[in-house]
């Protein structure tokens, strides 16, 4: 595209799905350290590729202080990661980036010891992708599990999305809802209807016809701020506590 004075518009950039890991993408496990402890949410391939197909971005953003905690090390991040990359390639779904925080304040990883600018509910994570992935964070949403996903995301400027109920005052989410699929595809939905007409193609470059208001949620207030990579289910041997 060309200006009329003859100059190259920039590029324009696209918009991102921000995915918290454990307990949104992945089933809620207690502290994943092996690739065998990840499985993906049900029904999630689909809206995934579709989201991809209609110009989004696909990025994961997850707090793993496990690393932090010397639970596990990086080499086993990354067999985590090549395996979740191979899950989602079943559906045809190619991540385009994942980030991980491998900090704790608390960390006894002398290394990864320490408060940083990337743990959720800090934005570190989502401005790096924008800026290594030339996204734009006005057309981008952050789904996850918790309150700091919700947080993360705001400060970050995205839309955002509340799977199951942990809310907090600070980080009322744009949409809740009880599955990841579902959440998926209301993103979709909202996404390829902007201005009550389809557009599939390019739909992630849409934007301005979203009233925050009108899908605005309250928190309900008995719940309070948990960490984002706090264990949202059982330990792997219980059973799954997970949200209706
Ligand atoms: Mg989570
Ligand atoms: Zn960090």
């Not at 065998?36 to 995934?48: A, F, K, N």
Request: glycine content about 10%.
């Amino acid at each position: 595209m060309m200006r009329p004075d003859g100059t190259a518009l920039p590029p324009r950039r696209r918009g991102a799905i921000f995915l918290d890991r454990d307990g949104t993408l992945t089933e809620p496990r207690h502290y994943p350290t092996r690739p065998t402890d990840l499985i993906l949410q049900p029904d999630i391939g689909p809206p995934l590729q579709a989201l991809q197909q209609a110009g989004f971005a696909l990025v994961v953003a997850t707090n793993q202080s496990g690393i932090a905690r010397g639970l596990f090390d990086e080499p086993a991040l990354e067999a985590m990661n090549s395996h979740l990359r191979h899950l989602l390639a079943q559906f045809g779904v190619v991540l385009d980036g994942i980030y991980a925080c491998p900090h704790h304040p608390d960390g006894i990883v002398v290394q990864y010891q320490g408060n940083c600018d990337c743990r959720k509910p800090t934005p570190g994570m989502l401005t790096a992708a924008a800026l290594d992935l030339a996204l734009d964070l006005d057309k981008s949403w952050m789904i996850g599990d918790s309150p700091c996903d919700i947080e993360a995301g705001l400060r970050a400027g995205t839309r955002t999305a509340l799977l199951g109920r942990h809310t907090s005052d600070n980080a009322t989410p744009n949409v809740v809802g009880s599955s990841t699929a579902g959440i998926l595809r209301d993103i979709l939905a909202l996404a390829t209807t902007s201005c009550g007409r389809p557009n599939r193609q390019g739909a992630a470059g849409t934007s301005g016809s979203w009233n925050r208001s009108r899908n605005s949620w309250r928190p309900e207030p008995e719940d309070s701020l948990r960490d984002s990579d706090e264990p949202t289910g059982a330990p792997i041997s219980g059973k799954k506590e997970w949200l209706p």
